[in-house]
């Protein structure tokens, strides 16, 4: 079992691949990535968002616990982040993030969400998103694994 990353976009830009490989090598099952990246959609606005959505969603099974990115919703720090990963693989769980396109998700993809996880109330940029989700993941590994990658 490994941790999937399901994202609409363009492949990791070199800026971001460098970060993202210097995590994701440190990372060992079952924290480890599995990247899923789509294209996307040639439309804008709602019917962006809904095309995005629908493909995201036929990539998702039951056995998946979702934890969809989203600037609206809930603040966590990196231990609950850990227990939350560590809590859905104990269940037998597989944990997906979903990284939504520029115009976001629809009101069904937020619906099968288990968690939607907030980075901040600000907006970021999908590949800057990518690696700061990379080294949370890195980071709720150590954590899970009380090593001292984390500081209290």
């Known amino acids: 079992m490994s941790i999937k990353i399901i994202t609409i ?5 070199s800026w971001v691949l460098d970060g993202i490989k210097r995590y994701q090598e440190r990372l060992k099952s079952p924290f480890d990535i599995e990247w899923v990246i789509l294209p996307n959609s040639m439309h804008n606005g709602v019917t962006a968002r809904q095309e ?3 493909r995201i969603l036929s990539r998702l099974s039951p ?11 809930n603040n966590i720090d990196s231990p609950g982040l850990s227990k939350l990963l560590g809590d859905a693989m104990n269940s037998a769980k597989k944990p997906v993030l979903v990284i939504g396109g ?12 288990d ?3 907030s980075l901040s109330k600000l907006v970021f940029p999908h590949q800057l998103v990518r690696l700061i989700a ?9 954590i899970f694994h009380s090593r001292p990658y984390h500081h209290n």
């Open 52 to 54: 995005e959505s629908q």
């Open 102 to 113: 520029a115009y976001g998700v629809d009101e069904v993809l937020t619906g099968r969400a």
């Open 134 to 142: 990379t080294e949370q993941v890195y980071r709720s590994q150590e």
């Open 9 to 13: 976009g363009k492949k990791h830009e």
């Open 115 to 117: 968690f939607v996880w």
């Open 63 to 73: 056995a998946d616990f979702v934890v969809l990115l989203d600037e609206r919703g």
